[in-house]
Structures are given as structure tokens and as C-alpha cells.
């Protein structure tokens, strides 16, 4: 009885003790997750790490993984993709690649290492059904087309918009429809006599390839056509007008065409689709044995997986309905009426439910609806707008989140009311744009274009495939996250090391930051209204602009200048010089719009901006730095940048010295209770100045994307080159009152502008007084293993010395210093990164390197 007894208080004993871990490893995990909310990542990873290395750490990878990046695997496929497709039967992927002049398409297989299958020089590659054949248009050298192609090369602004559509139709016009094998690589051009060709589209019997086809020069009518190896060209659509993109539906009986206002096969065309290709306009239901067209008067129209109805949208001014039709024969059915928005209806995989979005207020939602228009369901509550939902499986849901700029996919567990973020980059600061989203027929596989890096500058965009059905593993989980605690530790240490020698002074000025100033700002600019310079609230805000720098101390500037369009008059911008101490030649500029568009008052964009502004301006007004520092309130920025482009022309003209530059863009909405924002930039020395000045004095949490375009960095940019920083929202552009009405002072977080502020006056405190990048910086000589390097002296006067560091491998660069702007490398070689920068007063070291890569084509010929 005694065992017994001692058997069971051990048992007691035994769960006790579990019980008392489980709950401390709970109670980790949620101070890890307090951590990583607070933007307390160093702590934060280094916890998820120790909970991950406990015998319970498998319990923790979900959770862990949701929290720091992505659940589930995700293949790089191409850091350059675009017209990316994925089969019907999900086992292939095409996409285009290389210059759109004379574009590349690859094929390749969705499973294990992505075998490349076929390579095709051309474009508009469709796949067929079975994923045997793949049909597409096949480019051939053509006089006409190549010295369109050099126009293209040169062009700039709208004379390139322009070369671009000469190049796409010569394309449509020369180009040869191919039927390729995949097994075999054979190829066989199919007959389309002198037809204008596009929008290529498979059969569901794997031959014929239907395309959008017209004559040169119609300017009134084009059709849809039908070929196959063994036929001539068959028109498929009796009547008028323009047609494109067709769609057939599963069962091979009818075609969903869309009904543009202009020819797709014509010089300027334009489009009439969402990102999904989905019409904004009419669209036509075509019965391929008849060739007679049904014309609705609908939107949105989107064809159900067995092919045999389409759902679609109409509106009036009183309300929208959603729309049910069979494809050939019945008549449509309403679902649902309601006077709200509502866009991109889909069906379920069963054809019995529907999914869209609805805008009840400010901003869209997801809804479910049976389709006898019962038990609709509500499916999101999201701050920013919810757009192009559809069902991966009859329970779960992917829907994207947030403005076209910066849009993020997200999955939805209809029975457990679980969501989470489905793709990601895997950092902590980096944010990665999504822009297609395309779904395997079985729901297991995500096809997605993103910039990954972050990098939006660069035309190219990255291809990603997403297993959802294969999580990632702990060991996989465990190096994710200790690589990003190194690169956040490394950027922590950094930023107190190039700080440290004025980190005193920076903590004294930012200080002095006030958000009862910052709200005072925006208050008044909001009182305006409407700041557009078509609108009276224009004049008002430059006027308190010039009285409020005046009131800090400084001798503003109204920088006027003639609006040179129907609008006529003037408009200012105006900016405040702190002149530097020690090299007040060198200029950094930091500025902010504070004008808005027409229907509203802009208390976001860019309101929060200018106040964040104001008050760097105010609290670095007695506290002149070694360089230069130009306050500048833009105007026009909605009119087209017509502010910044005007100040940047009289800058080249009065041959400023500008160095760098900051925007802030729409930094004042907060999506959550979290004080964050975007870094915005093109130089990565000034994002990591910008990282380190918010994570030292302030509350500030920043993330970063390679940004500028649409914004006023982007005049200088185009001029100054690679000098650009910032701060923008996060997520980039997220708010939904951006360009509305309803973008009011109430939206506004007065702190997280304050932060923004901070950061904004510590960045500059410490660009203006390190030394600015080298300039001209060249090989003169390099035989291979002995390199001769020399660079512009540094423009600053008490620069006495260079860091020069150089290697393969560019986490272990061997560093040397020199008192001139040149030096000899003897231990050199092909493929060596080298890189410069000054050295200043107070060792303050310069904000970036300059950089070059020692080749090949360097080394002397004998």
C-alpha cells in the first residue's frame, strides 16, 4: 500500500512540476511576444530562441514562426519575373524574364528544385490545361521593331510611356503564334496570316488557342479568334467593338470576354482590369458554338471554377448588386443588394458561396454570402482595406491587406477563426511589397510576385512559390532567427558606435521635442482644409509656414514660381536655412509637403509630415551643425511633385552643394497601438543612421524599403542621384483615408509624429556633422594582384584621413587608413570589393562608403 501510495504523490509530483513549466514556458512566450510588439526585437529573438531549444521547443514553432516571419516554405523562383502564370493542374509556372524588349520565358516545374522545362524567346505564354504544351508569341528580329525598341532605350517621362506601347503593338504585329511540346521540344508555328495577335488562351481540349486578334489600322473593331496546327484562324465573336482577355470557361462551351473602350491590340491602349484582370467595365459571355455574344452590363466578372455560371457586380447611384448568370442558358439571379461598395466577387470551390469585398464605411471588408443570398457572413475586421479575397479550400481563404503600393497576403481559417500573414521576407526591418497572388486548383500552392528585398525601385520584381501544406521546421525556424539576432545586434552596436561622439548633444536637442507643438501645427494646417493649390488653404498654409519658420528664428524664403498649366497663378514653396559652421557650402535638405489634394484636408498626407518638420526646424534652430541644413516646405506635391522638381531646378542652377536629403511622407496614422513607421530611401548608409537615431532617442520603431518613387525624394533622385532618405507610413501608405475626404485630424497619432520628428532632427545632427561620401572614386591601375585606387578629396575641411576597406568577402574586409585620397593595394584580386570613406573631426566617420568592385577588365592587356 505504501508503493502505491508513494507511485502516486511521484505522479503528482510529476504533472505538478509540468504544469509549473508548461506555464512558465507560456508565460516566456508571451513576454517574447510583449518584446517583439514593443520593438524590443534583440530581446525578443534571443527568448523565442531559448524556447525553441527546450525539449518542448516543437510545440513552439507555430506560433514563433507566425509572429517572426513566415509558417510556412517559401522558393525563390527569380528575383526578376513578370506575366507570371500558373497551370490549371498546378505542376507548371511560366513567367518573363530579362528586358521587355526581347523578353525570355522560362518554364518551370512547381515541384522539388523547380526543373527549368522549357525556355522561349517571346512573350504572353499561356500554358494548356494538361501542362503539355505551352503556346506563345514568338519574337523574330524585324528592322521596325529594333529601332523602336532604341527609341524605348532612350525615352524618358511620357515620351518612354509612349515608346513603350509602339514597342508592345510592333510586338503584337510581327510576332508569330508557337505551340511547343514540353516532352519533346518540338515547335509548330501556327497560321494567322497578317493578323495583329494578343491575349493568347488554351481550349479545354489542349489544341485549340484562342487569341485577340484585329487588322492594322482597324480602328473600330478587333475579335476573338480560334487556331489550331491544322486550321487557319477562326473568328469566334460576331460583334462589334473591342474585345479582350478571354476566358473559356471549363466545360469548353463559352467564353468570358472583356469589353474594353479601346483596341488592346492598338499603339495607346488602355486597360479597363483590375490586378487580377478582372473588368471594371462590360464584359461578354460568348457561346463558341453560335458565335453570338451576350453583353452585360456588369463588373467584376469572375467564372466558377466548373465553368458554368459567372458572378459579377452592377451599380447604380443608389446601390450595387451582386449577380449571379448561368454561361449559357437561365437567367441572372441577385444575391445581394446593398447601397454599399462592393468589389472582386468569387465563387467557392463548391459554386455555392461567394466571396467579396464591402465597403460599409472606410474601408473594405470580406464578406461571404451563401448563393441564394443567405447567411451572409462577415469575414474581416482590418483597419486598412481588404481587396481581391478567394478560396484556397471550402474552409480557408487568402486575402490581401492594404493599399496597391504595399499589400500583404493573408490566410483565414473560416472554422477555427484563425488568421495569419502568409508570406514574408524573414527580417525584421526589411517590409516586402506583394503585387499578384495566384492559387493552385487543390489550395496547396501560392504563386506570388513581391519585392522580397524590399526594393522598389528597381523595375524587377521577385517570383515566389508558398507550400501551404509544408510548414517550415524547427531547425529552419531556429536558423531564421539566429541569423536575424545577429543582423539586429550588429545594427544596435553599430548605430551607438557611429553616434557615440555626439550622442550627448543629439539626446539634448531631441529633448526639446514637444507634442502639444506638433499637434499645434497640425491643427492649423487642418483649419485650412483643403491645401491644393487650386484651393484657398494653399495661400493660407504658406503664409503660417513663412510666420512659424520666422517665429524659430530663421529668415524664410517664399520660393514662388508660375503654375504653368489650365490652373495659372502662383504658388511657394517654403524652406529656412540653419546655416552650417564649419562647411556651410555642403546642403542636406529635409523636407515635407504641405499641400493636399482637392476633396480634402490631407491631415496624413502630408500634414503630419510638415509638422514633424516644423518641429526639427524649431529645436535645431539654436543648435547650427558643421554642414548646412535647409528646412523645406513643399507645395504641389499632388499636382505632380511641381514644388520639389522647382526647387531642385533653381538648386542645379544656383549650383547648391546638395549632399542629402530627407522626405517624410504620411508619417502620422498608426495601423495599431504600435509606434512605427518606414524608413523610405535610397541610400543604405542613411537608413542605417535612421534605424540607429530612432532606436537611441526615441520610441520609434522603424522598418525599411528601398522607396522614392511618386514622392519628392524622387526630383532629387533623378538629378543628385543616390542621396535619398526618409520616412513614410508602415505599412507603406496603409491608410484608408489616403486621398480621401475623410483624411481628418482625428486619424492622427500626435506621438508617433513627435517620434517621427526626433528621428528626423538625430539623423540630421549626425549627417551634417560626419563627412559626406567620397566622390569619384576609380581603379587606375590592377594587374591582377596589385591594385592603384584614388577618389576626390572630401569637400569637408577637416577631413585628415581615409578608411579604406577591401576583400571578398564582405563581412571580413581587411582595413587600412591613409592621409590622402589614393592608395595601392597589393594583395589584390579579381572580384575584391573595395570601399572608401573620410574620417572628420571628432573621428566622426563618413555616412556611407563609396564602393567599387575590382574585375578582370581592369587588369592591363599584355
Known amino acids: 500500500m505504501k508503493k502505491i501510495i508513494s507511485f502516486l504523490f511521484l505522479l503528482i509530483l510529476v504533472s505538478v512540476v509540468i504544469g509549473q513549466s508548461r506555464e512558465a514556458i507560456s508565460n516566456e512566450l508571451r513576454d517574447a511576444h510583449n518584446a517583439w510588439f514593443s520593438g524590443n526585437y534583440s530581446v525578443a529573438l534571443q527568448a523565442y530562441l531559448r524556447l525553441l531549444k527546450t525539449p518542448d521547443g516543437e510545440q513552439q514553432v507555430e506560433s514563433i514562426a507566425i509572429q517572426t516571419g513566415e509558417l510556412y516554405h517559401t522558393d525563390e523562383l527569380t528575383t526578376d519575373a513578370r506575366s507570371q502564370r500558373l497551370s490549371a493542374d498546378g505542376r507548371l509556372i511560366s513567367y518573363e524574364t530579362g528586358s521587355p524588349k526581347t523578353p525570355t520565358t522560362r518554364i518551370v516545374e512547381t515541384a522539388g528544385t523547380h526543373k527549368l522545362i522549357a525556355e522561349l524567346s517571346g512573350t504572353g505564354a499561356v500554358l494548356s490545361p494538361s501542362s503539355k504544351r505551352v503556346a506563345y508569341l514568338k519574337l523574330r528580329p524585324n528592322e521596325e521593331l529594333n529601332k523602336a525598341q532604341t527609341t524605348l532605350d532612350n525615352a524618358q517621362g511620357p515620351a518612354r510611356l509612349s515608346a513603350q506601347q509602339t514597342v508592345s503593338y510592333l510586338q503584337t504585329k510581327h510576332a508569330v503564334i508557337a505551340v511547343r511540346e514540353l516532352a519533346t521540344q518540338q515547335e509548330q508555328e501556327l497560321n494567322t496570316a497578317d493578323l495583329l495577335k494578343t491575349s493568347l488562351v488554351f481550349g479545354p481540349d489542349d489544341q485549340t488557342v484562342y487569341f485577340v486578334g ?61 490586378p487580377r484582370g478582372q473588368t471594371i467595365g462590360p464584359f461578354g459571355i460568348v457561346d463558341l458554338a453560335t458565335k453570338k455574344m451576350q453583353i452585360i452590363n456588369g463588373q467584376f466578372p469572375a467564372l466558377s471554377a466548373d465553368g458554368s455560371a459567372i458572378t459579377y457586380l452592377t451599380r447604380n447611384q443608389q ?79 487568402l486575402d490581401v491587406i492594404g493599399e496597391p503600393r504595399h499589400r500583404r497576403a493573408w490566410l483565414y481559417d473560416l472554422q477555427s477563426g484563425q488568421k495569419h500573414q502568409l508570406f514574408h521576407n524573414n527580417t525584421v526591418r526589411t517590409i516586402s511589397p506583394e503585387y499578384d497572388w495566384q492559387v493552385s486548383a487543390d489550395g496547396t500552392k501560392v504563386l506570388i510576385q513581391a519585392d522580397r528585398d524590399g526594393d522598389t525601385v528597381s523595375p524587377e520584381r521577385g517570383l515566389y512559390l508558398v507550400s501551404v501544406d509544408r510548414k517550415v521546421t524547427k531547425e529552419e525556424l531556429i536558423a531564421r532567427l539566429e541569423k536575424n539576432l545577429a543582423a539586429e545586434l550588429a545594427l544596435q552596436a553599430e548605430g551607438k558606435r557611429i553616434f557615440a561622439p555626439i550622442a550627448n548633444e543629439v539626446q539634448r536637442v531631441v529633448a526639446q521635442a514637444s507634442v502639444n507643438r506638433v499637434y499645434e501645427y497640425q491643427k492649423s494646417l487642418f483649419d485650412f482644409d483643403s491645401k491644393h493649390i487650386t484651393r484657398p488653404g494653399n495661400q493660407k498654409a504658406i503664409d503660417y509656414l513663412y510666420e512659424t519658420y520666422k517665429s524659430f528664428g530663421y529668415e524664410p524664403v517664399k520660393q514662388c514660381f508660375d503654375l504653368r498649366n489650365a490652373v495659372g497663378g502662383k504658388t511657394c514653396n517654403v524652406y529656412a536655412t540653419l546655416r552650417g559652421t564649419e562647411h556651410p557650402e555642403l546642403i542636406y535638405v529635409v523636407g515635407s509637403h504641405f499641400d493636399s489634394v482637392a476633396v480634402g484636408p490631407g491631415a496624413d498626407d502630408d500634414s503630419s509630415g510638415t509638422a514633424a518638420l516644423l518641429e526639427a526646424a524649431r529645436v535645431l534652430a539654436k543648435s547650427p551643425q558643421p554642414a548646412t541644413i535647409i528646412f523645406i516646405s513643399y507645395t504641389g506635391e499632388e499636382a505632380g511633385l511641381l514644388g520639389s522638381r522647382e526647387f531642385v531646378r533653381q538648386a542645379q542652377a544656383n549650383k547648391m552643394k546638395i549632399v542629402g536629403v530627407l ?124 591594385a592603384e585606387l584614388t577618389w576626390t578629396a572630401s569637400p569637408e575641411k577637416n577631413v585628415k584621413q581615409y578608411i579604406v576597406a577591401y576583400g571578398t568577402d564582405e563581412k571580413q574586409l581587411k582595413q587600412i587608413r591613409v592621409t590622402t585620397p589614393h592608395v595601392i593595394l597589393k594583395d589584390a584580386k579579381p572580384g575584391m570589393a573595395v570601399k572608401v570613406k573620410a574620417v572628420g573631426a571628432r573621428k566622426m566617420e563618413g555616412w556611407d562608403w563609396a564602393s567599387i568592385k575590382l574585375s578582370a577588365s581592369t587588369t592591363p592587356q599584355p
Open 663 to 786: 522626405n517624410n511622407d504620411m508619417i502620422g496614422w498608426a495601423n495599431d497601438h504600435r509606434l512605427d513607421n518606414t524608413i523610405r530611401y535610397s541610400n543604405s548608409g542613411i537608413r542605417d543612421i535612421e534605424h540607429a537615431a530612432a532606436m537611441q532617442f526615441t520610441k520609434l520603431i522603424t522598418y525599411d524599403a528601398r522607396w522614392h518613387r511618386g514622392t519628392d525624394a524622387t526630383a532629387y533622385f533623378e538629378v543628385y542621384g543616390d542621396i535619398i532618405g526618409g520616412i513614410g507610413s508602415y505599412p507603406v501608405l496603409g491608410n484608408p483615408h489616403y486621398h480621401q475626404a475623410t483624411d481628418l485630424l482625428e486619424g492622427i497619432n500626435h506621438q508617433l509624429v513627435t517620434e517621427t520628428s526626433k528621428t528626423t532632427t538625430a539623423t540630421l545632427m549626425m549627417l551634417a556633422s560626419s563627412p559626406s561620401p567620397v566622390k569619384d572614386l576609380k581603379v587606375v591601375s590592377f594587374d591582377g594582384r596589385v
Open 214 to 274: 484585329g487588322r492594322d489600322g482597324d480602328v473600330k473593331r478587333n475579335d476573338i479568334y480560334a487556331v489550331t496546327t491544322s486550321s487557319q484562324p477562326i473568328v469566334v465573336t460576331e460583334a462589334e467593338g473591342f474585345k479582350a482577355a478571354p476566358i473559356v470557361a471549363a466545360s469548353g462551351k463559352a467564353m468570358l470576354v472583356l469589353l474594353p473602350s479601346s483596341n488592346p491590340l492598338g499603339r495607346a491602349s488602355s486597360s479597363q482590369t483590375t
Open 319 to 397: 446601390e450595387t448588386q451582386l449577380m449571379v448568370i448561368p454561361t449559357l442558358s437561365g437567367e441572372a439571379t441577385t444575391v445581394l443588394k446593398t447601397t454599399d461598395l462592393l468589389q472582386t466577387p468569387t465563387f467557392a470551390p463548391d459554386n455555392q458561396r461567394l466571396i467579396y469585398a464591402r465597403r460599409s464605411n472606410e474601408d473594405y471588408e470580406t464578406f461571404i454570402i451563401g448563393r441564394d443570398g443567405k447567411n451572409e457572413m462577415r469575414l474581416t475586421r482590418e483597419i486598412q482595406h481588404n481587396a481581391l479575397p478567394r478560396f484556397l479550400t471550402a474552409n480557408r481563404v
